[in-house]
């Protein structure tokens, strides 16, 4: 089992989508576990035992040298990380390959999204898949994170394209989705993988001819034919263009 671990301060956010149809039943199965943690519950608060303000609890602060909007503070995020995977100290944490953690067999990997980190590929999902028992996933708003939390622990950057976003949450949706779909298992057929097989771009259902105002179209004649040699060429062909 993979557990994915998310430190952000909208858990909220990811509810729909980890909540429904391939994910939910890799959960169900027990093939994934998912776990939040609101770096909000880690902030030091000089009122004790009492109820917290949302200023007592605010963890973002002006940056350093200057530049609009603010930083997500170190310490929560170091903290965060902490309840999930334990301390450096106590993990004993050592260099396996690049950037990997052990904890006897469990296998650690944290994740920080930027947009100057490594591209995210169907190959990196396919390593984590068989390399990992734990995947912590950081996700940045506002300016971004103080960088000294990859000081405490070993992360690797992610990118999940040459965009910018608003915050993390939404490519560690794409990367628990694209792992969790890799799992052996989780989906009822191994050629539902599109990367493993020729998938054209273009795909038909019943009925063989839909009409919409006065208009007729057909699903293309060669799918009809059963000739698996000639579906796959088109396939192929659709694929080039």
Not at 21 to 43: L, Q
Not at 143 to 154: L, M, N
Not at 158 to 164: E, K, L, Q, T
């Amino acid at each position: 089992m993979i557990t994915f671990h998310l430190i952000t301060l909208f858990p909220e956010s990811f509810e729909s989508y980890l909540n429904a149809s391939i994910v939910k039943r890799a959960k169900e199965k027990g093939a994934i576990a998912i776990k939040y943690y609101n770096p909000r519950d880690f902030t030091v608060s000089s009122k004790k035992n009492k109820e917290q303000s949302y200023a007592d609890r605010r963890v973002d602060n002006r940056p350093y040298g200057g530049g609009p909007g603010m930083v997500i503070e170190a310490l929560p995020i170091i903290k965060a990380i902490e309840k999930a995977v334990g301390q450096p100290a106590s993990l004993k944490l050592r260099r396996t390959g690049k950037n990997k953690t052990t904890k006897g067999k469990k296998s650690v990997k944290i994740i920080f999204f930027s947009p100057s980190g490594k591209q995210f590929t169907n190959e990196i999902a396919d390593s984590f898949k068989d390399s990992y028992t734990d995947i912590v996933f950081i996700c940045g708003r506002y300016e971004g994170i103080d960088a000294r939390v990859k000081k405490v622990f070993p992360m690797i950057d992610i990118s999940v394209g040459p965009y910018v976003l608003t915050g993390g949450e939404l490519p560690a949706m794409i990367m628990i989705d694209s792992i969790t779909r890799r799992i052996p298992g989780v989906l009822g057929d191994t050629q539902s993988l599109e990367e493993e097989r020729v998938a054209s771009p273009d795909v038909y259902t019943r009925p063989e001819l839909i009409e919409y105002k006065k208009k007729k179209y057909r699903v293309p004649k060669v799918l009809l034919e059963g000739n698996h040699k000639l579906i796959e060429e088109w396939k192929k062909e659709r694929l080039d263009k």
